[in-house]
């Protein structure tokens, strides 16, 4: 199930990183000759797309190997360490597109043409769709990075619709508006400033082990409390390594019974565990005595 899951994720990065280059490459050349800055802002953010769905791929290739000697939890790790490079590359081109825009709106230049706003739309259309197919990927393979990845689509979508209203406003309202494409190619850098965040934010908790994992820590103690012998769960911590989770559980069990039993009641929960929750690589369980005494 977990393979299935790796070789899918791999399969929507690397149509992602296809989509990614023909946008980038249509954008670029529409904005070339369309005289349209916003456009080529666009193409510009295109292509660290391109850049960074590569280094979706590599990593996620890369995290997906087997746990080894020198890394017995996996080599999971990678692809929020990956995410940071996705996050710097987005930052830089944020200020790139702003430099730029700046430069532009200081100088005079002429009115992009009507039918970038055709392509515009397209690309608005194109990568919407884009953002919720690989977000719904990224939800079913449990992937960090094929998250940053539909991010990307979605900011991209949503610069597309800036440099839209912009060269809308610049073509129908005429002279002295030529600067409104480049408005919104400076919008649309803080957007992917704001945008970088937002994929940066979850990346860290997962470098961190942050607890943010609330729903499968229910899933966990619900089915822990339905295994027979388990009395309680003292704790429960939850690693998200890549794609899988590794648990660590205290639980406790009746204090008179043999050693061996308490073993079999653990491995019993193991069992249950990774068979409900597949994407659960591993448990480790620490068994202690449960006591019904209660303190005065």
């Given amino acids: ?5 790796q070789k899918e994720a791999l399969r929507t990065a690397k149509i992602s990183l296809i989509g990614n280059l ?18 080529i802002a666009d193409a510009i953010e295109s292509m660290t797309d391109v850049f960074a769905s590569i280094l979706v791929v590599f990593g996620l290739k890369y995290s997906t190997k087997p746990p080894d000697k020198n890394h017995p939890y996996g080599h999971g790790k990678a692809e929020p360490l990956l995410t940071f490079v996705v996050v710097a590359i987005l930052i830089i081109s944020a200020l790139v597109i702003a430099r730029e825009s700046i430069e532009n709106i200081a100088t005079p230049h002429k009115t992009p043409k009507p ?17 919720r197919w ?11 990075a094929l998250k940053a990845d539909a991010w990307h689509h979605r900011s991209d979508a949503i610069t597309s619709l800036l440099a839209f209203i912009g060269i809308s406003i610049s073509i129908f309202l005429g ?15 803080g957007f992917i400033l704001y945008n970088a965040y937002l ?47 590794h648990i660590d559980l205290h639980l406790e069990v009746k204090e008179n019974i043999t050693v061996k039993e308490g073993h079999d009641i653990a491995h019993h929960l193991k ?7 597949p994407e659960i690589a591993e448990v480790m369980t620490h068994v202690e005595p449960h006591s019904h005494e209660v303190a005065d």
């Fill in 1 to 5: 199930m977990i393979k299935k899951q």
């Fill in 22 to 39: 023909i946008m980038a490459i249509s954008k670029g050349i529409a904005g070339f000759f369309g005289n349209s800055y916003a456009l």
């Fill in 115 to 131: 039918y970038t706003l055709i392509v515009l739309a397209a690309v608005v259309i194109f990568k919407e769709l884009f953002y």
């Fill in 134 to 144: 690989v977000n719904k990927k990224s939800q079913e393979n449990k992937s960090t």
């Fill in 175 to 189: 002279p002295g508006y030529e600067s409104a494409d480049d408005w919104a190619a400076l919008f649309a850098a």
């Fill in 199 to 245: 994929i940066f934010r979850p990346a860290l908790a997962e470098i961190m082990d942050e607890h943010i994992h609330d729903d499968l820590y229910n899933q966990i103690m619900k089915i822990s409390e339905e295994t027979r012998g388990v009395e309680l769960i003292e704790k429960c911590m939850i690693r998200k390594v890549g794609m899988v989770y």
């Fill in 271 to 277: 069992a249950n565990l990774m068979n409900s929750i």
